[in-house]
């Protein structure tokens, strides 16, 4: 589990140009994601060896630049509700303005850690002009100009020492399924459905994510964990409809599973807040399932659930090789078909192919179809291996890494899901020097 920081202030002061600085320069190290990047407001980064997720507040805001305050407030009361540090990004050339005392104020009452950020220092003049922000009563700020990242090492160095360690939980061995999805989708009725009203339950762990429940479950010859985020409790204050607050909850339950049972209403549609869980999911290389509930409102002729399916991949590629199970949790069909499947997928996930079954498999076709030459280069590829991670890595050794694009190792990829079943599971492909 890592911890989580949010970024907050009003529109325009550099909220974003930071947290992509951040998100960018550990994916750099990592080995960038194949495949699409979605528009980012979430992302894991590490500093000094201590990891953890950032969430920029501003993309979550709805509307145009001139958002309303109360917006605005929501935003920061979620952030202050469910972060464990929070960076509170001020401009100076505007200088101290309404908006920010309101959000100072806010933050003054809370006991985690604020960090008052400073942006778009970047002269001698600036960085006099900024002493007027003692003036918003959070004492010290770090002055940042986060177009060059001149400044962000000092708030690093600060942020990850004010974040409180995390329990490295007692892992049993079960797999975890967490249910996520907007509110509203039916989760918690997925999840009663389940249980079932006599409780077929071994025990209840009070979860480690804040206030999700585990709970082991153990049926039908299945057993597993189940993380469940519809039972966290209300907020009071918070609308439900807030993308924001979805996105919040799941990122806990997402980051601390095996395999996401991704629950949408039927009546809805695959709409973008479903979509940034699942590619929240894809992210952080989880199983996923696709759980269409409340199948039983649509109106239905033979093609209903081919289109309704077809619709969904197109929006998913290039990672379409996904389980979709229509269900309706409220006349109890096919709810033990989609725990099914997800056993399936962890089975995917959890899955080791031997070095000379896959080098079996894949040379011969790679040979047909060999990497396109690049400046009269010829790529090779001699051995392939899967790497010994907990989700599906393979390393392809050859010998000009460099040369191999992502649209052919994507067709790997391709090639990869043909031969293994991998439904359900995203898989990483490096290239390596031989």
């Not at 997720?53 to 509700?81: P, R």
């Not at 389980?323 to 309706?328: A, D, H, K, L, Q």
Request: proline content about 4%; some cysteine.
């Amino acid at each position: 589990m890592s911890n989580i920081v949010a970024v907050v202030g009003r529109p325009n002061v550099g909220k974003s140009t930071f947290f992509n600085r951040l998100i960018q320069r550990r994916e750099a190290i990592v080995d960038a994601v194949s495949g699409v990047t979605r528009d980012r407001h979430y992302g894991k980064t590490d500093w000094n060896g201590k990891e953890f997720s950032l969430i920029d507040t501003g993309g979550y805001v709805v509307g145009s630049d001139d958002v309303f305050e109360a917006e605005i407030d929501k935003q920061v009361e979620l952030a202050i509700e469910e972060a464990d540090a929070i960076i509170f990004m001020v401009d100076v050339e505007s200088g101290v303005t309404g908006m920010d005392e309101d959000v100072a104020k806010l933050l003054r009452k809370i006991d985690k850690p604020v960090f008052l950020v400073v942006n778009k220092v970047d002269n001698n003049k600036r960085l006099e002009d900024a002493v007027e922000f003692y003036s918003l009563g959070l004492g010290e700020y770090f002055a940042i100009a986060s177009i060059n990242g001149s400044g962000t090492g000092d708030l690093l160095d600060a942020v990850v020492e004010a974040l409180p360690e995390v329990e490295e939980v007692e892992e049993d061995e079960l797999p975890r399924f967490a249910v996520v999805g907007r509110p509203n989708a039916g989760k918690s009725s997925f999840i009663n459905a389940l249980i079932g009203e006599d409780r077929y339950i071994v025990t209840d762990i009070a979860g480690t994510t804040r206030d999700s429940i585990d709970t082991k479950y153990n049926r039908f010859g299945f057993e597993f964990n189940l993380v469940d985020t519809a039972g966290i409790r209300r907020k009071a204050k918070v609308k439900e409809d807030l993308e924001f607050y979805s996105v919040m909850r799941s990122v806990r339950a997402i980051e601390h599973c095996d395999v996401c049972l991704v629950v949408l209403d039927a009546t809805r549609g695959f709409d973008g807040q479903v979509q940034n869980i699942f590619w929240l999911a894809e992210r952080n290389r989880k199983g996923v399932v696709i759980l269409v509930n409340k199948w039983d409102l649509i109106e239905k002729n033979t093609k209903t659930a081919k289109e309704f399916e077809q619709h969904i991949r197109k929006e998913i590629a290039p990672f379409t090789d996904v389980p979709i199970v229509f269900i309706s949790v409220l006349n109890k069909q096919r709810i033990f078909k989609a725990i099914e499947t997800a056993v399936e997928v962890y089975n995917n996930r959890t899955k080791r192919i031997k070095t000379s079954v896959l080098n079996e498999a894949l040379l011969p076709i790679i040979e047909n179809q060999p990497p396109p030459a690049y400046k009269g280069k010829f790529v090779k590829i001699k051995y392939i291996m899967q790497l010994p991670t907990p989700q599906p890595q393979f390393a392809f050794f050859c010998n000009l890494p460099q040369y191999v694009k992502d649209p052919y190792k994507r067709f790997l990829e391709n090639k990869l899901r043909d031969h293994f079943d991998f439904n359900g599971v995203p898989i990483s492909v490096y290239m390596r020097k031989k």
